[in-house]
């Protein structure tokens, strides 16, 4: 990145001199080579992704929550209609990765729309977003959104919708341990055979052997509960 000097004029275009106006703010590299101030709404975004791991990484994901809604509804969803998913990390520069936001916001809303229909709403309306809007997404993102989708809808309470998409997934990712599993934990409500069912069918198409221990183990679990 070139370098700015204090007394030079400041590349927000202001015509003051660097040091009596936007020193403070973060300068961003342009395309073309030149440098540029980072503007208010990136700079909160930045602030709001840096903030949301300190607590991502402290293991307070609801807290991690109160800056990436913002972060998604203030800044990313917007900026998806014309920005590729692999240009949010030029975009938004910082020690963070956009990359990896991505993956976790979605799994951090997925961790609480049980509990919490606000986040099952969020969830949902990331996903579609995502799916309809986000340009460049990669099969393993997509696979991830495409099943948290189905979490969402199942989380409130649209299980007619929930069943047809489990369904319709279940014929694009027929290996994918993490559908078996959550398709099962929406059915265990249900039915707890149809719950079964799921689980042995994804016995039958998980050969990996961790994926068949950890079906098992869900299999196990399913049929301690409908023992008591």
């Known amino acids: 990145m070139a370098r700015i000097g204090r007394n030079d004029p400041c590349p927000c275009g202001s015509g003051k001199k660097y040091k009596k106006c936007c020193i403070d703010k973060p300068l961003v590299s342009k395309a073309d080579g030149t440098v540029t101030v980072m503007d208010d709404q990136t700079l909160q975004a930045k602030t709001n992704l840096e903030q949301g791991y300190g607590c991502f990484y402290s293991g307070k994901e609801e807290e991690a929550l109160q800056y990436w809604q913002p972060l998604w509804d203030d800044y990313v969803k917007?900026?998806?209609?014309?920005?590729?998913?692999?240009?949010?990390?030029?975009?938004?520069?910082?020690?963070?990765?956009?990359?990896?936001?991505?993956?976790?916001?979605?799994?951090?809303?997925?961790?609480?729309?049980?509990?919490?229909?606000?986040?099952?709403?969020?969830?949902?309306?990331?996903?579609?977003?995502?799916?309809?809007?986000?340009?460049?997404?990669?099969?393993?993102?997509?696979?991830?959104?495409?099943?948290?989708?189905?979490?969402?809808?199942?989380?409130?309470?649209?299980?007619?919708?929930?069943?047809?998409?489990?369904?319709?997934?279940?014929?694009?990712?027929?290996?994918?341990?993490a559908l078996y599993v959550e398709w099962s934990s929406h059915l265990q409500t249900i039915s707890k055979d149809e719950a079964r069912k799921v689980l042995e069918l994804g016995l039958k198409n998980c050969p990996d052997p961790s994926d068949q221990e950890a079906l098992e183990d869900h299999l196990h679990y399913l049929n301690s509960l409908s023992d008591n």
């Not at 520069?93 to 956009?98: A, T």
């Not at 951090?108 to 809007?133: F, H, P, T, W």
Request: overall charge negative; some cysteine.
């Open 78 to 177: 917007d900026e998806l209609l014309s920005t590729p998913l692999k240009d949010f990390d030029a975009h938004v520069p910082s020690h963070e990765f956009m990359a990896n936001w991505f993956i976790e916001y979605p799994m951090v809303l997925q961790n609480k729309i049980r509990g919490d229909a606000g986040c099952g709403e969020q969830l949902l309306q990331y996903c579609d977003s995502m799916l309809k809007n986000g340009k460049g997404i990669g099969p393993e993102l997509k696979e991830q959104i495409e099943l948290a989708r189905a979490a969402a809808l199942s989380s409130l309470g649209r299980s007619e919708e929930a069943d047809q998409e489990y369904e319709r997934l279940s014929k694009i990712y027929s290996g994918s341990l």
